[in-house]
């Protein structure tokens, strides 16, 4: 049964850190690659990090050099290291498996909020 649970969000200053984790049932985390993905008012969710399963790294421009994505293939985690945090940085995030998330109306855990402000 597909389920992910995310954790670590809360309130932040700018400049501030943040680590999410993301656990995640082993029918999503076998995937090839896992994501972290946010979504703020009024706009899309977006991807912001991704990771294969052998530890390759991919990042959106706008958070490459803060955030730093690991996985454990052993506990079928999957983390996020938020460091340099801005307010734009504000949203939901959520982890998801790349091709669970490129699915219609697909399978998505509840996130985590992580809002950045003074």
């Not at 954790?7 to 896992?34: E, T």
């Not at 293939?73 to 959520?94: F, G, H, I, R």
């Not at 697909?106 to 402000?117: K, L």
Request: aromatic share 8%; glycine share 12%.
């Amino acid at each position: 049964q597909a389920q992910l649970v995310e954790s670590g969000g809360g309130l932040v200053q700018p400049g501030g850190s943040l680590r999410l984790s993301c656990a995640a049932s082993g029918s999503i985390f076998n995937d090839y690659a896992m994501g972290w993905y946010r979504q703020a008012p009024g706009k899309q969710r977006e991807l912001v990090a991704s990771i294969t399963r052998g530890s390759s790294t991919n990042y959106a421009d706008s958070v490459k050099g803060r955030f730093t994505i690991s996985r454990d293939n052993v506990k079928n985690t999957v983390n996020l290291q938020m460091n340099s945090l801005k307010p734009e940085d504000t949203a939901v995030y959520y982890c998801n498996s790349l091709s669970m998330a490129a699915i219609k109306d697909g399978y998505w855990g509840q996130g985590t909020q992580v809002t950045v402000s003074s």
